[in-house]
């Protein structure tokens, strides 16, 4: 099995997210994640406590049975008393003994501490000295207390969003390093202000607890303490000494302190590296890159994600050692979500550059091949595609035109194959073949029946080369050729760029200015169907030409050729005048319909064809705001600084601004915000199957919600039957145009069309 090498954009896609991890690594970016994915982290592990610290609680039932505050301190001497003689090992508080109280009672609880002889440990801490002296003040317990005890300090200090996650080994207390109480229970030393984070997954549900009253009562199991360490502090509500925690909510200070207790005795919890993290997760990374598939994707990330924090949950809970989850976390989200957006991307471009019917290579796939010297193409005509269709279905003609393709691939230059039209197939001949020994042994190649679904089927064709370097040149000059051969009865013909036949070809323009004079052009309409009103609102204006002697001439015939001689103007501005007229008369008609008008690349820059039309609209009644000009995707972009500064001025003349064929050109999203639009129409090619096609279904939404969020209108043109209209209803598309709705019709039938469909409506 070959593996692949990474493809740029894949080692792109990497670099950038392991940079982005670097910076994550910043505790001012890092840490608010870290922060916010604790619970998360928390939640993956349940612990219990080790049974080896007990808390007796100042709880509410205490409070109410010891109804002063202070509390004497005659009830704290007998709790001691109660719980030395029920073996506990070291007696805690968590309670404030730095003011005297009675003298009766200070000598109660001295005599209790000394009858104790060093099991209980009482707490010290620092205080402000008031709201505008930012000075610290120690607070002991009263000397009394102190020659028969161990001080530990006490001190909580949540992060910035207010909640507790770590708590310190020591701090200083009138001038001396402490331990805090739950370095003292536990046994460990440390640093003065060294913090260590708390053991959170520890439910404090599992750490026993006792009540203070009972405890003073004599009313408890001396097994719940013996050999234990007791921690006495406040749970009861109207206390106070609460804080919020990651996972548990608001906790009372005690059970915190109990919790951090826990987590030393399992260990002293040791920060790491940072770094270690990221690097796990850009080999992870590498793997995530190799996939292809959204399916295989999403299920090696999430393996990444499971191997990665598990691996640091393990290391937190049998190591001791937290590492920082963002930047590797976000590391894999980035590295996965770049794969996804590069196979997005990969996906448009194969769907835009394939045949939907046939998976071939498509016109837009060949117009994107870059030739560097002059190549031979040939365009292949199927005759009789229509004759096939009537006979056989529609996988027979896919199998038919797939198998006429594979003979094609044999004589092709590079195995390659375009359906550049429905009939029309197109392949570059290799450079060393000479043209009439090439054309022969295709002729007997394609001279043979094709086997479908059965049945032997002749598939008659003809062929048309030209050559040059410009692939869009290069397949309308050889497709030209294709139909002239066609006509001629001949198997193949040169592009009429090289030979005899430009004579036809000039012909053929100068009768087309005597069919304009003659009345032979004519204008033919393509309504638009409104989605939101279900009405015709717009149509497109498309040229037709009846010659008396030639019979009906394709505009694909005429219009490239109009181009190249320069008669394009003529025939725009004849055309132009056309629809003005028939504007006119349909708006005295009571229809007041706007109305498209196809703009050829070459007369976007031409002065003296913006300077007519400016005249023409000036001097008709129609209003501009109901002209469309409709100019292709390819033609913004062969110039785009002049394309624009045209497109402005018709929109400085009130006239409406179509980009015609859009999905088929290159035209980027920064550019397509640059030109002044009021419409996108999305190709035929995408929108044909979209209801049926997965891909081309989220091709013509996302181009719908692009083109609103630019504020545009869309149309969508090709529209062959009722479920395609459907989904364009559902996916929110403005318009519609397509044999469905309409043909092309004459300026009387476009009339009765419309009248039927109103009183349709009424």
Known sequence: MTVRAPRRSSIAILILAGLCGVLLLLPGLGGPIDRAIDPLRLALRSGTASQSVAIVEMDAASVAVIRSWPWPRRHYATVIDALRQAGAA???????????????????????????????????????????????????????FRPHVALASVSMAPDADGLVRSVPLATMTAGLPRPTLSAFIAGRSGRADQTFPVDLSIDPGTIPRLSFAAVMRGR???????????????????????????????????????????????????????????????????????????????????????????????????????????????????????????DIVRRFRIQRHTDGETALPNRAAFLDRRFAAPVDVAVVQIGNLDAIMAVVGPD???????????????????????????????????????????????????????????????????????????????????????????????????????????????????????????????????????????????????????????GFIGPDQFIPLAEKSGRIEKLTLYIFDGVLHDAAAWRARGHDLAVGINISATLLTSRSFNDAIERRIAASPVPPATLIFEVTESAAMDDPDAAVAALRRYRDLGVAVSMDDYGTGQCTLSYLQLLPLNELKIDRSFVQFAHTNHHDAILVRSTIDLAHSLGLKVVAEGIEDAECLHFLRASGCDMAQGYHISRPTPFAELMTFVEHRKAAAA
């Open 220 to 342: 408890f199991d001396p097994a719940a303490v013996r050999g234990k360490t007791v921690l006495i502090g406040t749970t009861a509500i109207e206390m106070g000494d609460r804080y919020a925690v990651p996972r548990w909510g608001v906790l009372p200070g005690v059970v915190i302190q109990a919790l951090a207790a826990e987590t030393l005795i399992a260990g002293l919890p040791m920060t790491g590296s940072a770094g270690l993290p990221l690097l796990a997760a850009l080999l992870l990374g590498v793997v995530i890159l190799w996939r292809r598939r959204t399916v295989g994707l999403v299920l090696t990330t999430s393996a990444a994600l499971a191997v990665l924090i598990g691996s640091i949950l393990i290391a937190q809970y049998r190591l001791h050692v937290i590492y920082p989850m963002a930047g590797a976390v976000c590391t894999i989200l980035l590295v996965a979500g770049g794969c996804l957006i590069r």
């Open 396 to 550: 027979d003609l896919k199998n038919a035109l797939i198998r006429t393709a594979e003979r094609l691939k044999i004589v092709s230059i590079d195995q390659q194959v375009y359906r550049v039209r429905g009939h029309h197939l197109a392949y570059v001949i290799g450079p060393d073949q000479q043209l009439d020994e090439a054309m022969a042994g295709l002729r007997a190649l394609l001279m043979q029946p094709v086997e479908v679904g059965g049945r032997r089927i002749d598939i008659r064709t003809c062929v048309g080369t030209s050559q040059g370097s410009d692939p869009d040149r290069l397949l309308t000059e050889a497709a030209l050729a294709a139909e002239q051969a066609e006509a001629a009865s001949l198997f193949w013909t040169r592009s009429a760029a090289r030979h005899d036949d430009l004579e036809r070809a000039l012909s053929l323009m100068s009768d087309l200015d005597d069919a304009m004079t003659a009345g032979h052009i004519e204008v033919f309409y393509q309504p638009k169907l409104s989605l939101t009103v279900d009405a015709v609102t717009s149509v497109e204006a498309l040229v037709r030409w009846r010659d008396p002697e030639r």
């Open 90 to 144: 070291t007696i805690v508080f968590d309670v404030d003994f730095s003011s005297p109280s009675d003298p009766a009672d200070d000598r109660a609880m001295a005599d209790a501490l000394r009858r104790a002889e060093g099991q209980v440990a009482l707490p010290t801490f620092a205080q402000k000295a008031g709201v505008a002296d930012s000075r610290s003040l120690d607070a002991l317990p009263i000397p009394a």
